[in-house]
């Protein structure tokens, strides 16, 4: 049981190329999460997908593409990277308790991240 | 709107010595209530939650903490530090939704122990 794994754990890319960060759980989670963190902001949340087959944006979606291939893997693409792309990414997912009635009320299983550098 | 202070950014203690660190959150209803702690180079691990009941609550690690409702705080104790507990620290509030699980994180908290 690997939990939440991520694929590169380093990258530098230069301005405007592009490259897809990979993101797969074992735990049969529904839900799923691409965050950012920056210094002193802790972690945005980038993008979801509350289920199979959904995704949608959240608070920094700007410059970022993602795909739910399956109920296991989330991938998030860079079509053209910026310096401003700079951070850690995180990929989670989790698990509502009790369904839809409690969303927010679970713990979220976070990958080990993906540190990008764009030059 | 939902946010979550955590007022100091840094924080260092010796080895041994009690730990207090603090969160405030701003939220309508009743939240619930998260802390995470993320060693160097990892992702983030779950210390503890808060959704009812109980307002203090233990975690892992030996680490508990407190909600208290009119202070809108949910500061994280341990009464002795060991020199592996250095680490950032986050608060988190969650958000009912219909569509998906809102977490806000707090901007974290470094912690430096000294032998």
């Known amino acids: 049981n690997a939990g939440v794994t991520q694929t590169p754990k380093f990258q530098v890319l230069k301005t405007g190329q592009s490259m897809t960060l990979q993101c797969a759980q074992d735990m049969n989670h529904n839900s799923m999460y691409w965050y950012r963190q920056d210094p002193g902001m802790g972690l945005r949340l980038i993008y979801y997908s509350a289920s199979e087959g959904t995704t949608d944006k959240g608070e920094v979606p700007n410059g970022y593409n993602v795909s739910r291939l399956n109920k296991r893997e989330f991938s998030l693409r860079l079509e053209s990277a910026a310096p401003s792309q700079t951070s850690v990414y995180f990929c989670a997912s989790s698990e509502p308790l009790g369904g839809s009635m409690f969303w927010g009320s679970y713990e979220q299983y976070f990958g080990p991240g993906t540190r990008l550098t764009v030059t | 709107a939902q946010s979550v202070t955590q007022p100091d950014i840094h924080i260092t203690v010796s080895e041994g010595a009690s730990l207090e660190l603090r969160c405030n959150y701003s939220y309508g209803a009743t939240p619930y209530l998260f802390w995470y702690v993320q060693s160097p180079g990892q992702g983030l691990q779950l210390l503890l939650k808060?959704?009812?009941?109980?307002?203090l609550v233990q975690g892992i690690k030996g680490f508990e903490a407190e909600f208290k409702r009119s202070q809108s705080s949910f500061n994280l104790r341990k009464p002795s530090v060991h020199w592996s507990d250095a680490a950032e620290y986050f608060c988190?509030?969650?958000?009912?939704?219909?569509?998906?699980?809102?977490?806000?994180f707090g901007p974290g908290t470094s912690l430096s122990v000294i032998p």
């Open positions: 808060y959704f009812s009941g109980d307002t």
């Open positions: 988190a509030v969650g958000e009912m939704k219909t569509s998906y699980d809102k977490v806000i």
